[in-house]
């Protein structure tokens, strides 16, 4: 590979890097904003929300935008956002102006996350496209891992400022990456660019990606919501413990993230899809059967592992093929899919464990482990409907390749 290519996948991967990063750090610092703000729980919370609901609400726009005026100019501007409004965030002399500050850095990091998977096909070969997208897969994964053990650093050597300031120096060595090793593209600035939003969405295989893609993001984000309450409560562990065990999920995201991206390379993407969400349907039957630490940690990394193997293929089969004027959207409308899917996960999956257990600080162990079980057994349906949707899009795809090679013989 060549400098420029190299140089250009560390400036990605550094932007993916800080868009996870954003998300999970600021969780850590919390209740020290509370007390330094004197400020509810419910009030401080906002500093997660504005972040999430910023990226969620302006994705797929951002991604239209850098198909529009140029995705390398987009990134370098999302960049800049980002780390201006990382000095926002660590100057704040009041909460509101925190809430504000974060939900510019989301802006920042909506660009960052739709630039970053839309330009992989303007920086290496198709042929490489699936270990880059593990690649991105796995920063993405070391972003969210490292979140909460860095920030805890940070916030007790210099407190809650040093976790926004840490975005300015990475935000600008990854402008300056960009700057120098990204491809320049143009303006297209032409008469087909108001229907790019649309126009993607025709596609079936694109549809079923996007679905699948929410589908398996909202069992991941069971394992957020659910996890912490199961360990904490139903095994009664403390903090510290509960904090490496919810660790585990994304460092084997981490570790198997680029392995899954050369396999996509070298086989066929819907294949990998339907192997990965299989993987996940065993781990999510598994966990709705669990008891005890070992075997939970155990069924969690076959989950992540299977998600791994998942998110490789079905990112590679959605951004491979797209034409390089829509990449930009279809890149914003992929991240867009997995933050609803997300934010599904987080309402719909823990309304169901919430039904099981209504009351969590007074509830038993074995009500906890109750609606656990009955969580994942709900994950395990919306994993076989995504089976089902890849098994359909699969089945198409290859009626489609005989129907082709029918009339070449023809």
Request: net charge positive; charged share 10%; glycine share 12%.
């Amino acid at each position: 590979m060549q400098t420029s290519s190299r140089g250009g996948l560390v400036a990605l991967s550094l932007s993916m890097l800080l868009a996870a990063l954003g998300t999970s750090i600021a969780n850590v610092g919390l209740p020290s904003l509370a007390h330094a703000f004197a400020a509810s729980f419910h009030a401080v919370q906002w500093v997660v929300l504005a972040y999430l609901l910023a990226i969620t609400a302006v994705i797929v726009s951002a991604g239209r935008l850098g198909d529009y005026l140029g995705r390398r100019r987009l990134l370098l501007a999302g960049l800049l956002l980002f780390a201006l409004a990382s000095a926002g965030c660590a100057v704040s002399p009041s909460l509101p102006w925190l809430v504000g500050a974060r939900a510019l850095q989301g802006l920042g990091a909506a660009i960052m996350m739709a630039m970053t998977l839309g330009m992989v096909g303007d920086t290496v070969s198709k042929q490489n496209t699936g270990r880059v997208m593990g690649l991105l897969g796995t920063m993405s994964a070391l972003g969210t891992a490292m979140g909460p053990s860095l920030g805890g650093l940070l916030l007790s050597l210099w407190g809650w400022r040093a976790l926004f300031l840490i975005g300015m120096p990475l935000a600008g060595l990854a402008a300056v990456l960009a700057y120098r090793y990204l491809p320049v593209d143009a303006c297209r600035r032409d008469a087909s660019v108001p229907d790019t939003f649309w126009a993607p969405l025709r596609d079936a295989g694109l549809r079923a990606g996007l679905a699948m893609s929410a589908l398996v993001s909202a069992v991941i984000m069971a394992t957020f919501v659910v996890g912490p309450f199961y360990l904490s409560r139903g095994l009664g562990l403390d903090p510290a413990w509960m904090g490496l065990a919810m660790a585990v999920g994304p460092a084997v995201a981490a570790i198997t993230g680029i392995p899954a991206g050369y396999l996509t390379d070298r086989l066929d993407t819907w294949r990998l899809t339907l192997v990965g969400i299989g993987t996940m349907l065993c781990a999510a039957l598994w966990l709705s059967q669990v008891s005890g630490l070992a075997t939970y940690i155990a069924a969690l990394m076959v989950l992540t592992t299977g998600y791994s193997l998942f998110q490789a293929a079905n990112n590679t089969a959605v951004m491979r093929d797209v034409p390089s004027t829509r990449r930009g959207t279809v890149a914003g409308l992929l991240n867009l899919s997995r933050n609803l899917g997300l934010i599904f996960g987080a309402s719909a999956l823990g309304a169901v464990f919430a039904r099981s257990s209504p009351d969590v600080t007074y509830a038993t162990p074995l009500s906890v482990a109750a609606g656990l079980h009955n969580t994942f057994a709900a994950a395990a349906g919306l994993i076989l409907l995504a089976g089902v949707i890849a098994w359909n899009s699969a089945r198409k795809r290859a009626g489609s390749e005989q129907t082709n090679i029918d009339k070449l013989k023809s």
